[in-house]
């Protein structure tokens, strides 16, 4: 990194933070329609952060839903563009009562930015806007086109975008992406993200009697649908963590072993894994994989939640009419999302119990994918990653989802360079969320030194 950017980054932390501050402020939340003046307020923040860092063409892009933000730099004749992406939006901070300070009032403790997204998205998509403002105001120029993709569904499943993309190809045109919504394996450690599981949500409703029974007056008699719900999901997979449904696991390709060595020589500790981050008596999960093959390279089923019959205080004994599960199938690359969806139907159809009914909503699907390590640009990245963080660079993959990348990749034609700052511990989607300050500054630092060795 040049010594005038890496003196303009030092010379402005405080601004930086207190800019950063002032956005955490504004509870962003996507799925709760009462936030719906925060949603725009966040994008208008977005959208005047670009402007004074230099960005040209910014434009607030009205969608069926929440807006997206667009941005261009566009004066770097014969070299690459990129394109930024990053969401204003956050999850809801509840259980409210288990923060030590209040989610949307970002507080300082033992170096880390407490604060509800702290760590998913803002503190991370802000780190390009500052990165860009550094180089504009440094150099008066920018080493490569850029330009800049924000949006405010991430958290409920960004259909707009999604639309967007596809629509705007031409107007997104670019080289490669660039996306800070991944972790540093470890604190310390320059990390790239070249693959990702895809993601099925759906919710199965099942119907037993046509309304609340009496459970004395017809239990033993009328289908009880919660109950028969819980049977439905308990035979999606075995005591052994295997998921039952015919032809899951077809198109699952192992880790190559290249790359299935390198995890191993990652500084991972089970122990530490299971007491730090998980926090439960034991893992499970498919015997005969290591832990970081299950939750990197393995299709994967989980139920989010439950609703029916009577749940308040004291007793009511009634015979639940319909029940409702949120599940999830989390995929791997070369799993086919409409195969999945059709598996999953078929076993629900097969495996519902008699007296109960059962109906299948998608709410959302994406495949998984991996980013080629050669490219050129995950290259520039990696070598970059390492110089300002003093380490040679590794190559993960993650067990979530960033649907955006899949996007980029079928109507864009590029590959996407997952150069996250956040840490695994940070707590993304619980109370306490946090952001480790000094990442905020490196990330800033390392984006920037990218821009110019990509220029270069």
Known sequence: MSKAASAYVDGNRQRFLGELDEFLRIPSISTLPEHQADIERAAEFVAGSLRAAGMEHVEIVATAKHPLIYADWLHAPGQPTVLCYGHYDVQPPDPIELWKSPPFEPTLRDGNL???????????????????ETLLAVHGKLPVNVKFLVEGEEEVGGASIAKYVAENAEKLKADVALVSDTALYAEGIPTLCIGLRGLVYMEVEAHGPMRDLHSGLYGGAAPNAVFGLVELLAKLKNEGGVIQIPGVYDDVAPPAPAEKSSWESLPFSEAAFLEKEVGST???????????ERIWARPTLEVHGIAGGFTGAGAKTVIPARATAKVSIRLVPNQDVDRVVAAFRAFVSANTPEGIRAEVRVLSASPGLMVNPDHPAIRVAADAFAEILEQPTVFVRSGGSIPIVGDFANHLSIPTVLMGFGLPDDGLHSPNEKYRLENYYQGIRTIAHFLEQYGA
């Open 282 to 292: 034991r893992l499970t999960g498919e015997s005969g994989y290591s832990v970081l």
């Open 114 to 132: 407490y604060a509800r997204g702290s760590a998913d998205d803002k503190g991370q998509m802000y780190m390009h806007v500052k990165a860009v």
